[in-house]
Nanobody, 124 residues
């Protein structure tokens, strides 16, 4: 019953910006570390960004470091990915992922959830 739903994808010109959102529901949001992954046409799914369950730490793929920012809003149970200085290489389906922290994992239940993705196209 845990769900994440992405939104905010669309068409943007090179050099432009876009903000993706991921709405989490069905469990305690603060118990989940959150990630963004993406899958470009003809490519494997790759890691983009991570934020810890309490928001205290973040990690980024080298390819987006300095241009993308992940954040989470506990009042809205939402994680965001702010994408700046976009290049055509950023064109992909972006997926939100949540992983429950080990202390709150429930035996017999899934400890990971994936959204269905939102398409980002960077093109002039």
């Amino acid at each position: 019953q845990v769900q994440v739903v992405e939104s905010g994808g669309g068409l943007v010109q090179p050099g432009g910006s876009l903000r993706l959102s991921c709405a989490h529901s069905g469990d305690v949001f603060a118990n989940y570390a959150m990630n963004w992954y993406r899958q470009a046409p003809g490519k494997e799914r790759e890691f983009v960004a991570y934020i810890s369950s309490n928001g205290g730490s973040t990690k980024y793929a080298d390819s987006v470091k300095g241009r993308f920012t992940i954040s989470r809003d506990f009042s809205r149970n939402t994680v965001h990915l702010q994408m700046n200085s976009l290049t055509p290489e950023a064109t992909a389906v972006y997926y939100c992922n949540g992983k429950v922290v080990p202390n709150f994992a429930r035996p017999g239940y899934r400890d990971e959830v994936w959204g269905q993705g939102t398409l980002v196209t960077v093109s002039s």
